[in-house]
C-alpha cells in the first residue's frame, strides 16, 4: 500500500519515525474559510451523505496544513441516519434526534432494526472515501465512529447535555435494556467503520468523548465492553485508536483489554503520566490545550515542545490536540504547529 511507510502507520504500531506524526481533531470544519464557503446551503448531515462535498472538506486541512492524516469529514450519528433514526445536527447546538429513545419499549423497537442496513446505505461513504484516497497517495485516511456510550448520551437525552444523567440512570435502571442498546448502537458503529475501511480508510479511531463522566465502575460494567465490539468489528485490519475527554481515571481501561494500538488523551493529563498507566504497549496520541490555541505564539511553543517531550515516555506518539479543533482558531496557528512539529525529532 502507498500508505505502508506513513508516519503515522510507524508510530501506530509503536515504531518512533525521524519526526512524530500530527493531526488534529476537527481538522475539517468551521476554523476553516474555505469549509464555511462549502457548506453554505447544506445541512451538516446532507454535506456528510454527499461524495463529492465530504470528499473535498476531508481534503481541505491536508493541502492547507501539510498534517500527516486526513480524518474522514463526517459525524458520528450518521450511522444513526443510515439506519432510518431521525436526526438532524442544529447548528451551534449539535445532534438532535426527532425522539428520544428512554423506555424499553423504543430501545425494543430502535433495536429491532438490522444493524446491516448501516453498510447497505453507506454507499456514498464509500464513494467519499474512493474519492479521498485517490487524491490522498501516501497520506493515510483515519475513519472513525462514536463509541455506543457517547451516542447513547445524545440518544436517551434527545440532544446534548451536561452531565448525560439519562443514559447513566439508565444503565443502573434498565441494565438489560441498556445493554441491549449500547450492543445495537455497537453494531452499527462496526458496521460504519467496516464500510469506510472496505473502500480505504488506514486507521480508525472511536470517539467516546463524554466516557469520562463516568465512574471507573460503571465505564468498567456497562461501557468498556461495547466499545470493544465496536472495534472488533475492524480488528486485525487497521490500527485502532481509542479516544476521550476526562478519561484519566479510566486511561488503562480505555486499553480494552489489549485491543487497541493508541489511547487519544486530553489535555488534563499529561503524556508521561498516560504513558505511565497505559504501559509499553500502547502508542498515546495528544495531548495539546486546544485553549492554548489562542495563546501568543511563543507560550504555544513552549507548550507543544513540552508536550512532545513527555510524549517520548510512550513507546510512540501521534501528536493531536487533547479535544478538536475550537471553530474560532485561527487556521494558520495549525499550519504553524504543523511545521514545528515536523522540525523536532519525533
Ligand atoms: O474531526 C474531523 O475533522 C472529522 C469530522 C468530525 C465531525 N464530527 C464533523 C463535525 C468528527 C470526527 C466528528 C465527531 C463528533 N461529532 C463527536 C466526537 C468528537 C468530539 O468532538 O468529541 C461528537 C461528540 C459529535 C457530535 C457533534 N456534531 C457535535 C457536538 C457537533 C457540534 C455542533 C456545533 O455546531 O457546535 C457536531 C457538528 C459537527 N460535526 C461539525 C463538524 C465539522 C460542525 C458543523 C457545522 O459546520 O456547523
Redesign the pocket.
Known amino acids: 500500500m502507498p500508505t505502508d511507510d506513513a508516519p503515522l502507520l510507524r508510530a501506530l504500531s509503536g515504531d518512533r519515525p525521524e519526526r512524530a506524526p500530527v493531526w488534529?481533531?476537527?481538522?475539517?470544519?468551521?476554523s476553516l474559510p474555505e469549509?464555511?464557503e462549502l457548506?453554505v446551503g447544506t445541512r451538516?448531515l446532507d454535506a456528510?451523505l454527499n461524495p463529492q462535498l465530504a470528499a473535498e472538506i476531508?481534503l481541505q486541512?491536508v493541502r492547507r496544513h501539510g498534517v500527516d492524516a486526513a480524518?474522514?469529514?463526517?459525524?458520528?450519528?450518521v450511522p444513526l441516519r443510515l439506519a432510518g433514526v431521525a436526526v438532524e445536527?442544529?447548528?451551534?447546538?449539535?445532534?438532535v434526534f426527532a425522539e428520544p429513545v428512554r423506555s424499553v419499549a423504543q430501545i425494543d423497537a430502535l433495536t429491532a432494526i438490522d444493524p446491516a442496513m448501516v453498510a447497505a446505505a453507506a454507499q456514498p461513504v464509500r464513494d467519499a472515501i474512493a474519492l479521498i484516497t485517490a487524491e490522498l497517495g501516501d497520506t493515510p485516511l483515519i475513519g472513525?465512529a462514536?463509541a455506543p456510550f457517547?451516542l447513547a448520551a445524545?440518544l436517551v437525552e434527545g440532544g446534548?447535555s451536561k452531565e448525560h444523567l439519562r443514559a447513566r440512570a439508565l444503565m443502573h435502571a434498565e441494565p438489560d435494556a441498556w445493554n441491549r442498546l449500547a450492543n445495537w448502537l455497537a453494531l452499527i458503529a462496526g458496521e460504519f467503520l467496516g464500510a469506510q475501511v472496505d473502500a480505504g480508510a488506514s486507521a480508525v479511531?472511536l470517539?467516546d468523548?463524554?466516557a469520562g463522566s463516568l465512574s471507573p465502575e460503571d465505564y468498567r460494567r456497562f461501557v468498556a465492553p461495547h466499545a470493544h465490539t465496536a472495534l472488533a468489528a475492524v480488528r486485525g485490519r487497521v490500527p485502532l485508536i481509542h479516544?476521550g475527554?476526562g478519561t484519566g481515571a479510566i486511561l488503562a481501561d480505555m486499553r480494552l483489554d489489549g485491543l487497541v494500538d493508541a489511547v487519544g488523551v486530553d489535555w488534563r493529563t499529561p503524556l508521561d503520566a498516560a504513558a505511565e498507566v497505559l504501559g509499553p504497549d500502547v502508542t498515546v496520541q495528544g495531548n495539546i490545550d486546544p485553549a492554548l490555541l489562542q495563546a501568543p505564539w511563543p507560550v504555544l511553543e513552549a507548550h507543544v515542545r513540552d508536550v512532545l517531550r513527555r510524549g517520548r515516555h510512550a513507546r510512540a506518539h501521534v501528536v493531536n490536540l487533547g479535544?478538536?479543533?475550537p471553530?474560532e482558531t485561527d487556521p494558520d496557528v495549525l499550519t504553524r504547529l504543523v511545521r514545528l512539529v515536523h522540525e523536532e525529532r519525533g
Not at 488534529?24 to 468551521?30: E, I, P, T, V, Y
Not at 480524518?71 to 450519528?77: G, Q
Not at 445536527?89 to 445532534?95: C, L, M
Open positions: 488534529f481533531m476537527r481538522q475539517a470544519g468551521r469549509y464555511r457548506r451538516m456528510c476531508t486541512p480524518i474522514f469529514f463526517s459525524d458520528i450519528v445536527i442544529e447548528p451551534g447546538r449539535g445532534p472513525f462514536g457517547t445524545y446534548p479511531q470517539f468523548s463524554w479516544f475527554v479535544h478538536g479543533v471553530p
